[in-house]
């Protein structure tokens, strides 16, 4: 049974920086698109970043020049490492990923943006 795992997220102060990690798991996986999507309250989930397998990048307006996502083929591993965090960067992150030609989800982490 193919799993994304999130974890990473908390509460961080305006300019602060969070890393996001997401851990896909399941038997002969072998992960292709992976991404990074956030929903906060009240709106609809967005696309926040995206990488394929040969790390090929694809960024939101929104958090170009200040989040990065990287990924480890190896150990099936994604990363999202957060930068001059703002107070609209506050949501839930989830971690997608095409697995085998099936888009998997993540349940989901917190990232919270506050003084």
């Known amino acids: 049974q193919v799993q994304l795992v999130e974890s990473g997220g908390g509460l961080v102060q305006p300019g602060g920086s969070l890393r996001l990690s997401c851990a896909a798991s399941g038997s002969g996986i072998r992960t292709n698109l992976m991404g990074w999507y956030r929903q906060a309250p009240g709106k609809r989930r967005e696309l926040v970043a995206t990488i394929t397998r040969g790390s090929g990048t694809n960024y939101a307006d929104a958090v170009k020049g200040r989040f990065t996502i990287s990924r480890d083929n190896a150990k099936n591993l994604v990363y999202l490492q957060m930068n001059s965090l703002k107070f609209e960067d506050t949501a839930v992150y989830y971690c997608?990923?095409?697995?085998?030609?099936?888009?998997?989800w993540g349940q989901g982490t917190q990232v919270t943006v506050s003084s």
């Open positions: 997608y990923g095409d697995i085998l030609g099936q888009g998997y």
